[in-house]
C-alpha cells in the first residue's frame, strides 16, 4: 500500500516537474505565475457569488473580449489633416465592463426600446443627474468620454458647468440658411447593404434624410453633397480636410446666416460588429460625437488653434446628455482626438459619426429622426 502510495504521488511530482520545465521552456512561466496570482484572490470570491464566479470562469478560458481605446498613430502630414479610421473600443477608457454592463456598440443596446409617440418623453438618466449634481471633472472624463491616445487633455479645459449651461439656443428664421450639413468622406463611406455608386446609399444619403428631418422642425438647410475625398474618380483623404475647410468658408460666405456646422460620417468599428439600437420599433444605428481638441501628447498643436474649441465641447455634451435623456442607448461615449478636424469654424460645430459599415443603409437613415429631434431639443433651449 505504502509503496503504491509512494508511485501515485512520484508519478503526480514528476508530472508538475515536467509541466513547469515545459511552460518555463516556452516562455510562459510569468503567465501560469499570473494565473495563480489570480485564482488565488479570486478563487474563494467565485464560490459564492454565481454570476462572478461564471464571469472568470469565462475570462479563464478567454470567453469574454476585451476593447481597448485606439491606440493607432497620429496621421498628420505637414499640417495637413486627416480623420483616422477610428475603432470604437470600450465605454470608457481603461475601464473593463462588468457582466451585468452591456459593451456599447458591441451587440444591440439592451435598453428600453423608445415607444412610439409623436412627442418623445424625457426620462431621467442617472449619469446625467450625476453629472450635474457633482459638476465632476473626472466623472465626466469617466463616463461620457474615450479619450484617444494621441491626444491629452487638462481639468481647465472642461468647466463642467458651464459646459452643461452654455446658451446654444438658435432662433430659427425662415428664407435663412443656418444649418450646414456636409460630408468630408463622403465618397468613401457606404454601409453592409449600399449599392455601388449611388449617392443616396451613402453617408450623403443619410445627410438628405437628417436635411428633411430638420426641416421638418422648421429649420433651412444647406446640404453639401460634395464628396471631400473623391480625387480624379478614385478615393484620397489626405487633402480631404483640406477641401472640405476650402468648400465650407465658401458656403458660408454666401450664407452668412449659417450658425450650425454638421460634418456627418460614417464610423468604422471592424467586421463582425453589428451595432444597433431599437427606437419606435426600428432597428436603428448609434451615433457618435467626435471633439478634436488640438493636442497631442506633448501639448497644444499651435497650428492648429481652435477658438472655439469651449463652444464645441459644449455643444457635444449637451448633445450627449439630451440623447441619453430621450433616446437612451442611442449614443456611445464622446470620441476625443488629438487634431482640429475643421471644427473652429463656429461654437456650433460637430463631427458626428452615424452608424458603421456593418449597419444597413435603412438602419443609418432611421438615425436621422431622432438626432434631428436632439439637435432641434439642444438649439431650442
Excluded at 62 to 68: A, L
Aim: a neutral charge; proline letters at 3%; one cysteine or more.
Amino acid at each position: 500500500m505504502k509503496f503504491g502510495m509512494r508511485v501515485v504521488i512520484g508519478v503526480i511530482v514528476t508530472s508538475l516537474a515536467g509541466a513547469l520545465f515545459v511552460i518555463k521552456d516556452a516562455g510562459k512561466m510569468e503567465i501560469a505565475e499570473e494565473a495563480g496570482r489570480f485564482l488565488a484572490k479570486e478563487s474563494c470570491f467565485c464560490l459564492w457569488n454565481g454570476q462572478e464566479g461564471r464571469y472568470v470562469l469565462a475570462e479563464l478560458l478567454g470567453g469574454q473580449s476585451y476593447f481597448e481605446p485606439n491606440q493607432g498613430d497620429a496621421e498628420i502630414d505637414a499640417g495637413k489633416e486627416k480623420l483616422a479610421v477610428i475603432e470604437n473600443r470600450e465605454l470608457q477608457e481603461g475601464q473593463t465592463p462588468k457582466p451585468s454592463e452591456p459593451l456599447v456598440g458591441d451587440v444591440e443596446e439592451k435598453q428600453p426600446a423608445v415607444e412610439v409617440s409623436s412627442q418623445v418623453v424625457r426620462h431621467k438618466n442617472s449619469a446625467v443627474e450625476q453629472l450635474r449634481e457633482s459638476l465632476s471633472v473626472d466623472y465626466l472624463w469617466k463616463n461620457f468620454y474615450i479619450i484617444d491616445s494621441t491626444t491629452s487633455v487638462t481639468k481647465k479645459q472642461f468647466d463642467v458647468a458651464a459646459m452643461l449651461h452654455k446658451n446654444l439656443k438658435l432662433k430659427k428664421e425662415k428664407g435663412k440658411k443656418q444649418i450646414l450639413i456636409y460630408h468630408t468622406h463622403g465618397a468613401s463611406e457606404e454601409f453592409s447593404d449600399s449599392k455601388k455608386n449611388d449617392i443616396n446609399d451613402s453617408v450623403v444619403g443619410v445627410g438628405t434624410e437628417l436635411t428633411k428631418e430638420l426641416e421638418k422642425r422648421g429649420y433651412s438647410v444647406y446640404h453639401d453633397t460634395t464628396r471631400y475625398d473623391s480625387i480624379n474618380g478614385g478615393i484620397d483623404r489626405s487633402l480631404a480636410y483640406n477641401k472640405s475647410l476650402e468648400g465650407v468658408q465658401n458656403i458660408r460666405k454666401k450664407n452668412p446666416g449659417i450658425k450650425v456646422l454638421i460634418d456627418l460620417h460614417r464610423d468604422s468599428v471592424g467586421k463582425g460588429k453589428h451595432t444597433y439600437t431599437t427606437i419606435q420599433g426600428k432597428k436603428t444605428a448609434i451615433v457618435m460625437f467626435f471633439n478634436g481638441m488640438s493636442r497631442t501628447k506633448s501639448g497644444a498643436i499651435p497650428y492648429l488653434y481652435n477658438p472655439n474649441l469651449q463652444g464645441n465641447l459644449a455643444f457635444s455634451l449637451q448633445m450627449k446628455c439630451t440623447a441619453m435623456e430621450y433616446y437612451e442607448g442611442f449614443t456611445k461615449p464622446i470620441y476625443l482626438k488629438g487634431y482640429r478636424y475643421n471644427l473652429h469654424l463656429e461654437p456650433r460645430s460637430l463631427l458626428i459619426e452615424l452608424g458603421n459599415e456593418n449597419n444597413t443603409v435603412e438602419e443609418a437613415k432611421n438615425a436621422a429622426a431622432p438626432l434631428a429631434d436632439v439637435l432641434d431639443k439642444v438649439l431650442s433651449r
